[in-house]
């Protein structure tokens, strides 16, 4: 365990605390996981977050938390989101006021409000649904812990009546037509499939304690699956924007990355089996570039090294090689 000493030498407590709760196992009334539960609101990583949230419990764009631009509903999602990663839950007070002002936002049929982009990705006029508008909402509320409430789940009902018939999820609906879906969201075996949609969506169920096993779920992983790839440069993007390293940018290419931490972590909770050649793949190339003191090192921003360390050592003890899955793509 090389990279044990570093990760516990991280400055972060709220790192700290996660090494020794998930990848040690410590227990809640550990003297040490009681003295760093203690320091972890004062982590510079969540501390502005905690202090900048306004009295209706959401966080606005003006507040520079490198949580991107957008309206509330986006950036209160965001910030949910990063503490919900850094180990906080639905019984602190500043989540369970930020999922309240989520669930007020929510409109009847379960969704939430899509802000119009005019002109699109593909010059089409408004469209009048996208499914990252309820998934980017309901993916931070799953994290936190609300999968199961009520109001989440009609999110969770509203996002499955747009799953397509094979399996994908599109850009969305222009006028009663599916939109374009640009090259690099395109999915291999989907006629209207998006990635981005795809995977957005796919976060959400895969924290749901009986979505994540459904068929469909299953059947939307192995298309992204089909079309995995490599890719060193983008290997824990989404862990280091999670921890503020890297900002979110991006509507319809939230998730325009490749990362395969990241693609790992989705066959980690939703069951996709490591005999599965693909998923042997991407794990055989992520243990062959982790570096000799046991740390990937994310290249484009250092500091976020450990934390993306951590996640997959998180997911890499986590994927079940005698799960029951089975694959249909190529």
């Known amino acids: 365990m090389t990279w044990l000493p570093l990760l516990l030498a991280d ?17 809640n009334d550990d003297p040490e996981i009681l003295e760093l539960d203690a320091l972890r609101s004062s982590d510079p990583l969540v501390a502005e977050l905690f202090s900048s949230q306004k009295a209706n419990g959401a966080w606005s764009a003006g507040v520079d938390l490198s949580l991107g631009s957008g309206g509330e509903v986006r950036i209160t999602a965001l910030a949910l989101k990063r503490l919900a990663f850094c180990g906080f839950t639905g019984e602190n007070p500043a989540i369970m006021q930020g999922a309240e002002y989520l669930f007020s936002q929510q409109a009847q049929d379960g969704s939430w409000p899509l802000q119009k982009v005019q002109g699109g990705e593909d010059n089409r006029d408004n469209y009048d649904m996208v499914p990252l508008q309820t998934a980017i909402p309901l993916a ?6 609300y999968a199961l409430e009520a109001r989440a789940e009609r999110g969770y009902e509203w996002l ?14 222009s006028s009663g037509v599916y939109g374009y879906v640009a090259g690099y969201r395109r999915l291999a075996h989907s006629r209207w499939g998006c990635r981005s949609n795809t ?12 979505l994540k096993d459904d068929p469909g779920t299953r059947k939307a992983l192995d298309l992204l699956l089909a079309q995995a790839r490599c890719e060193s440069s983008s290997l824990g993007f989404e862990t280091a924007r999670l921890v503020g390293t ?16 990241f693609l790992l972590g989705l066959c980690s909770r ?4 490591s005999g599965d050649e693909r998923v042997d793949e991407l794990v055989r190339f992520v243990l062959g570039i982790q570096g000799p003191n046991g740390l990937w090192d994310y290249k484009n921003k250092p500091g976020a090294s450990r934390w993306v360390t951590f996640d997959l050592l998180k997911t890499l003890s986590r994927l079940d090689a005698d799960a ?5 793509e190529p």
């Open 324 to 328: 029951d899955w089975i694959s249909l």
């Open 160 to 173: 499955l009546s747009q799953q397509l018939g094979d399996g994908a999820w599109p850009t969305g609906i």
């Open 199 to 210: 995977t957005g969506s796919l976060l959400c169920l895969s924290y749901h304690p009986a």
């Open 270 to 273: 939703i069951g996709a089996a």
């Open 11 to 27: 400055p972060s407590p709220c790192l700290r605390w996660l090494v020794l709760r998930e990848l040690l196992g410590r227990r």
């Open 246 to 261: 890297e900002k979110m940018r991006g509507f319809f290419t939230h998730f325009a990355h490749n990362d395969p931490a």
């Open 140 to 145: 931070s509320l799953a994290m936190c812990g």
